[in-house]
């Protein structure tokens, strides 16, 4: 009893010891986490980086005996390409020899021989000289040509100036312009006078004007009978100077054909036709859907032969169009 008396009094004392002592241990207790984390931070570090260069390390070998084969291959190429342009320069350069060589021969012996040059240049010059005379004689034949169609265009220019001018030839009772009692001679122009007949008159002839019947007209305007060969002008009339367009295509759009309106072309009954339309639409739609349903449901039901729904399927199929009659 009286050491556990002696344990109750000192019970407060142990409680602090232990308190005290514990939190003292939690302190060294962190200390020392931390310095083992940052212990085993540094070792992975060092880890982790030798790992890195080692993986550095194998990569710069892999890459080196890669870069070295490529390498190998594009000289090898190289090399290649080098050789054939090689051989193709030595094939021209002979191939320009030979070429060489052949037109000099050709050359020698066939352009620049001198007796051949000769004859050539000699016939050649005898061609001239024949073509020369042969143009000389065309181009006075046609120099001849010219004065001889001047005169005669003169001549008649004179021709047509004394015709026109016959009321000046002189009469017994009154000597003309050109033959005048003060001269000794008459003037040429009065002998030519004498000679020429006087020019007559020719009255131009008056287009009658055409007149367009109503009768006309509707039969130009028809479908049929467009284009009409009458209402055309003719061929050889010019055109209009400035920015019209073709007489054609304004005949066309003057003489079109006469169109009904949209009042016309659309029956009056046209909402009621379509609203028929649009109803029998659905009672079509309706009957088949209701048939599709019957003919499901008696399928599913249905625990007879083959025959038995068959003859069902024809019955629904009259009993249907005995149906859609009476609807029509």
């Not at 020899?97 to 021989?113: A, D, L, P, S, T």
């Amino acid at each position: 009893m009286a050491t556990l008396v002696r344990l109750q009094a000192r019970s407060k004392f142990v409680a602090q010891q232990y308190y005290f002592r514990n939190s003292v241990v939690d302190i060294f207790r962190k200390k020392e986490y931390d310095a083992a984390v940052k212990i085993q931070s540094w070792f992975r570090g060092c880890q982790v980086r030798a790992y890195i260069r080692n993986l550095h390390r194998v990569a710069t070998i892999i890459q080196k005996w890669w870069r070295s084969y490529s390498g190998r291959q594009e000289y090898q190429l190289i090399v290649k390409f080098a050789s054939c342009a090689m051989k193709m320069n030595l094939y021209n350069a002979m191939a320009v020899r030979i070429q060489r060589r052949w037109r000099g021969y050709r050359i020698r012996k066939y352009c620049f021989n001198y007796f051949y040059l000769k004859e050539y240049l000699k016939a050649v010059s005898e061609t001239n000289d024949a073509i020369r005379e042969a143009l000389e004689e065309f181009a006075e034949m046609k120099e001849r040509e010219e004065k001889k169609a001047d005169l005669e265009r003169e001549e008649k220019k004179r021709d047509y100036q004394a015709r026109k001018t016959h009321y000046l030839l002189s009469t017994k009772q009154i000597p003309g312009i050109y033959n005048s009692p003060f001269r000794k001679d008459p003037d040429p122009w009065e002998l030519r006078l004498q000679k020429a007949k006087p020019l007559t008159y020719q009255r131009s002839k008056v287009k009658q004007k055409r007149c367009i019947s109503l009768s006309s007209w509707l039969a130009c305007t028809s479908a049929r009978s467009f284009p009409r060969s009458e209402i055309l002008p003719p061929i050889d009339r010019k055109q209009c100077q400035g920015p019209f367009r073709d007489i054609t295509e304004v005949l066309e759009q003057r003489y079109k054909p006469l169109e009904p309106t949209l009042w016309v072309a659309e029956p009056i009954s046209e909402l009621k036709v379509a609203r028929e339309e649009f109803r029998r639409q659905e009672w079509m739609r309706d009957v088949n859907d209701n048939m599709i349903s019957k003919l499901y449901y008696h399928h599913l039901i249905s625990s007879q032969s083959t025959e038995n729904y068959i003859q069902k399927l024809d019955k629904l199929s009259k009993d249907f169009i005995e149906e859609g009659e009476k609807q029509a």
